[in-house]
């Protein structure tokens, strides 16, 4: 069994940063594809980065790129995002998701195994 526990999120004005942590239990994470995924109120849960196993291929939506990094430490089962000048409009819930045994870059919630229990990032104006 899988549990994801995400860290770091909080309170940031615009244009300011914060790194996401999701740390991972087991010993799948270093075949495991890792996303990252986000939910504002009223919104959809929409993909915003995901990374292969290795950590050699990335994928960000259109409304990230340029500002978020994500990034993988596969000795401690940890991926991280990087979140760099942040809008008012990245405000959500921000959860990372495991595909056990995947060597691959997935963007659709029903790809993934497991799910953390997310994290808020509110961005103020």
């Known amino acids: 069994q899988v549990q994801l526990v995400e860290s770091g999120g909080g309170l940031v004005q615009a244009g300011g940063s914060l790194r996401l942590s999701c740390a991972a239990s087991?010993?799948?994470?270093?075949?495991?594809?890792m996303g990252w995924f986000r939910q504002a109120p009223g919104k959809e849960r929409e993909c915003v980065s995901a990374?292969?196993?290795?950590?050699?291929?990335?994928y960000y939506s259109d409304s990230v790129k340029g500002r978020f990094t994500i990034s993988r430490d596969n000795a401690k089962n940890t991926v991280f995002l990087q979140m760099n000048s942040l809008k008012p409009d990245d405000t959500a819930v921000y959860y990372c998701?495991?595909?056990?045994?995947?060597?691959?870059?997935?963007?659709?919630?029903?790809?993934?195994?497991?799910w953390g229990q997310g994290t808020q990032v509110t961005v103020s104006s």
């Open positions: 087991g010993r799948t994470f270093s075949y495991s594809a």
């Open positions: 990374i292969t196993p290795s950590g050699g291929y990335t």
């Open positions: 998701a495991q595909r056990n045994y995947y060597n691959g870059l997935l963007s659709r919630q029903s790809d993934y195994n497991y």
